[in-house]
């Protein structure tokens, strides 16, 4: 059965600091990863999609890699701001079609 | 270009009830997903819709049920309701069943209290 693990569990930095967030898998048989966002109480944000056949993909300050072969994805985030505190959550899509979640990175940036 | 929307937001029932959510993906999407979200156990996945058919279920039990209209749009019901069921419940759509290139777009979610 497919495991995601995101390591840390929580996060505090200063703003400004750049910051890479980590999330491993059991089995590289996905077809993408997504990275999401979501604040308290609410649902989830896509972030980042990477397909399997893919290294890594940007968007603004966010960048995702994906190293399919080795189980693990990371987001680097740049420039942290506040607005960015929230809890970032790692989601690979199997054969099955359905998304195996992380327990989530829970960020704070502090201003 | 409306995203998934969730209906009720917020839901409080009492043990043995039953409870129906409601989800509208975005228009075009045929596929509907549901999740159960609790600090325990994370997100874990509830079933998959797609073309008024359950392609997928996850490890829940029967009081789980779920089912699609032809406008796509899905619900999902919890009957005999326990104390564990306190949740929240989110929805996702996407624009195909199949995987590859799919990409989860997901709704607000229900939160369920069971008391």
């Known amino acids: 059965k497919q495991e995601v693990t995101q390591i840390p569990a929580a996060l505090s930095v200063p703003e400004g600091e750049n910051l890479v967030l980590n999330c491993s898998f059991t089995?590289?048989?996905?077809?993408?990863l997504q990275w999401f966002r979501q604040d308290p109480g609410k649902g989830l944000t896509s972030l980042l999609l990477?397909?399997?056949?893919?290294r890594e993909q940007t968007s603004g300050r966010l960048n995702a890699s994906l190293d399919k072969s080795s189980g693990r994805s990371t987001l680097y985030i740049a420039a942290s701001q506040p607005g960015d505190s929230a809890t970032y959550l790692c989601a690979v899509r199997t054969g099955a079609n359905n998304l195996f979640f992380g327990t989530g990175t829970r960020l704070t940036v502090i201003p | 270009k409306a995203g998934v929307t969730q209906t009720p937001r917020y839901l409080i029932k009492t043990r043995g009830q039953q409870v129906t959510l409601s989800c509208s993906p975005i228009?075009?999407?045929?596929?509907v997903s549901w999740y159960q979200q609790t600090p325990g156990q994370g997100l874990q996945f509830l079933f998959e819709?797609?073309?008024?058919?359950?392609?997928n279920k996850g490890n829940f039990p029967g009081r789980f049920s779920g089912r699609q209209f032809s406008n796509s749009r899905s619900e999902m019901n919890v009957s005999t309701l326990e104390l564990g069921d306190s949740a929240l419940y989110l929805c996702a759509s996407s624009p195909f069943m199949t995987g590859g290139g799919t990409e989860a777009f997901f709704g607000q979610g229900t939160r369920l209290t069971v008391v």
């Open positions: 228009s075009g999407h045929r596929s």
């Open positions: 990477i397909q399997s056949s893919q």
């Open positions: 819709y797609f073309s008024e058919t359950q392609r």
């Open positions: 089995d590289s048989a996905i077809y993408n």
